[in-house]
């Protein structure tokens, strides 16, 4: 049993679109988080130009975070490489999220596989994605003396065994990839937990709890604990295998303005996961 279950637990900012970052820190001091994992502020989505960051702000905002017992796990951004059209323009954004995650000590970016556009092959889109993520490994290396790890999350087609592992095997023993589990993706897929982590493993460096109910096979955002994904069961494997990251919630209420507000699902998974931690 862990000592503390919050000091693994984070939320995503997406989760809390209304919220500038002075309240951001002020709610996850008083609900008990350790971490956020970083995916817009307010109206800016782009790590590089939030203002908490530019114009040498990032030192200021590293000394608010340490002194309120915070860290950043982690920095969302919109990195996809399945679609040629966008491809060079994900490959800049990615390179300059690195450069700010180094400058911030933030230690690893996320992007997406994602889908199979219309026309294109798997194989082909396998290949863009694989050397987007080697390009960003190799920058990363070559820059910041990897000190940015690149993490790809499951999430939209990439989302099974079948879809993830040739792109996920081509990096096994690299230091400079990890992979973020969202377990609604993988669980909407028909995957059972122990199937999909018995797999992925050694590369599972973040973890996306949430919960959900399905309607016609769409899931359908619930506040946590009022759905159907096993939640217990993944922190259970997870434990069991040895995980030592941290659970972040991902709240998606900038996509869903309708759900319920941030000082309530936030308090909900705190205690959510207390109860399954004891």
Known sequence: ??????DRLAFSTLGCPGWDFETIIK???????????????EDELNIEALPIFINGKYKETNKVLADNGLFICNAGTSVFFHNADG??????????AIDMCHLTGIPAIRVFGDSI?????????????I??????????DKETGGSVQIWIEVHGEYNTPQMLSPVVDRFIDNPGF???????????????????????????RHVHFKDCIFEDGNPI????GDGVIPIKEHYDLLEA?????????????RWHPDLPEPEIAFVRYAELMNGIAK
């Open 1 to 6: 049993m862990l000592k503390n279950i919050m």
């Open 178 to 204: 990890g992979m973020i589990w969202d377990i609604q993706h993988s669980y909407k897929a028909g995957i059972k937990p122990a199937d999909f982590y018995n797999i992925f493993k050694p590369v599972i």
């Open 87 to 96: 491809y060079n323009a994900a490959i800049n954004e990615g390179k300059t």
């Open 221 to 224: 955002i619930t506040l946590p």
């Open 131 to 140: 050397d987007g993520i080697n390009e960003l490994i190799g920058y990363s």
């Open 117 to 129: 556009p219309p026309g294109d092959s798997v194989d082909e889109v396998n290949k863009r994605i």
């Open 241 to 253: 295998g040895g995980y030592k990251g941290i659970y972040s919630f991902e709240w998606e209420k």
């Open 27 to 41: 709610q996850a001091k008083k609900l008990g988080y350790s971490a956020l994992e970083l995916r817009g502020i």
